[in-house]
């Protein structure tokens, strides 16, 4: 790459000089629209031909959901959109973008962008558009239902380099989506492994070796884990309280600004490594442990807490112990009453539960296989992180200009 000298105006900013500012108009043969096909008829749908909507464009992927038929193309107001054509979504998630990876029908959500390849490299619009989402978010139009017209879309002016930088730019991002893409997928085998290693070791379908002539037993969480109460009366200040998702995913922080609102008068102080309950909703697995940011929040009496017995428990072991199926449903079992918050656990209860558990040694080494896993898979979504603020920083450079891939590519 080598800097760019000769330049001129687009807008706020600068583009080179001999790039072109062209409407995308006059780079375009044809703007397809879409539509949805009656839910009514039947024969519509299961047919051969992916039809998607706005929510199926997925990380500028298509993740189709339906097949509708060809009677279904004919008699509605859908479009089919040939493969390596712009998909951008104009209405519901405006901005959107993607490259159809095959034959695809869409919804009044997207509209279809056949671009002129003779003038155009379809990947370049493609990454100029990913790249400046929050700008197509602004061109939304309408009260009731928002979108980009396409009035608006075909007088949009894009900066156009030479068809030949065009498509150097769109193979350079290509391969840092490329890269991305393949770690990607190791994260997802990795995840899979580490899943498997969670249905193996935490249920003793799989031993470890040093351990295999050691009986697993039927116990009581009483056995592990004991409860406690760091009573205090309510605050007078702001205070972060904690909170618990549903379906294993953890604690979570929020303020509490106006203390002296809060009709109760009694709270409970968390610390890091407690095993902490939402009664309310522990039917959906609201159970977690207790996170170092998490330490010193205030719980309600909803949010009864346990600290694990020391070479009994092993906080670590318990944080994947607590994920399992099995954990859930004897919640539920433990939860009696109707939906929502009408099923409230008994806390007498819980910590009679009885699972099969190894001993303290077992535990603290099933843990550390299963952090080494965490481990990995964190290293490999950093790495995707780093790779995607590398091609942020090749998108802000390349597509306006700022550096030019050769020298023979510069006026």
């Known amino acids: 790459m080598s800097r760019q000298i000769n330049t001129k105006p687009f807008y706020d900013s600068i583009i080179p000089a001999c790039w072109e500012v062209i409407e995308m108009k006059n780079i375009c043969t044809k703007f397809l629209n879409g539509g949805t096909p009656s839910t009514q008829v039947s024969n519509y749908w299961n047919g051969s031909i992916p039809w998607i909507t706005g929510a199926d464009i997925v990380e500028q992927k298509v993740v189709y959901r339906r097949l509708i038929s060809e009677t279904a193309v004919k008699e509605s107001s859908t479009n089919i959109i040939p493969k390596g054509n712009l998909l951008l979504v104009t209405r519901t998630g405006v901005g959107k973008v993607a490259i159809a990876p095959f034959d695809v029908a869409i919804s009044q959500d997207l509209t279809g962008i056949i671009l002129d390849e003779k003038i155009v490299c379809p990947q370049f619009i493609f990454y100029y558009f990913d790249g400046n989402e929050k700008a197509l978010q602004q061109l939304n139009q309408g009260t009731s239902i928002n979108g980009i017209t396409r009035d608006v879309l075909q007088k949009l002016k894009i900066p156009l380099p030479p068809l030949p930088e065009q498509k150097a730019i ?242």
């Open 170 to 411: 769109a193979y350079i991002l290509g391969l840092m989506d490329t890269a991305i893409n393949k770690n990607n997928l190791l994260i997802e085998k990795k995840e899979q492994r580490k899943k498997w290693l969670m249905q193996m070791l935490l249920t003793g379908k799989k031993r470890l070796k040093g351990f295999e002539k050691t009986k697993w037993k039927i116990q009581s969480l009483e056995n592990f884990i004991k409860p406690v109460s760091r009573e205090i009366e309510k605050p007078d200040k702001p205070y972060l309280g904690i909170g618990i998702r549903s379906h294993g995913r953890g604690t979570f922080l929020k303020q509490d600004e106006l203390p002296e609102k809060n009709t109760m008068e009694t709270f409970y102080v968390v610390r890091k490594d407690d095993l902490i309950v939402n009664i309310t909703f522990a039917w959906e697995q609201a159970i977690a442990i207790v996170k170092p940011e998490d330490d010193g929040a205030l719980a309600s009496h909803r949010f009864p807490t346990f600290t694990f017995i020391e070479k009994k428990g092993c906080v670590d072991f318990f944080r994947f112990f607590i994920l399992q199926r099995r954990m859930k449903h004897m919640l539920q079992l433990i939860s009696p009453g109707g939906a929502g918050r009408n099923r409230v656990m008994s806390k007498s209860d819980f910590i009679k539960l009885e699972f099969y558990i190894p001993e303290f040694g077992e535990q603290t080494a099933i843990a550390q296989i299963l952090q080494s896993a965490d481990k990995e898979i964190q290293l490999l979504k950093s790495k995707t992180e780093k790779l995607r603020e590398e091609k942020k920083g090749l998108m802000q450079v390349l597509l306006t200009g700022k550096k030019r891939l050769n020298q023979d590519l510069q006026d």
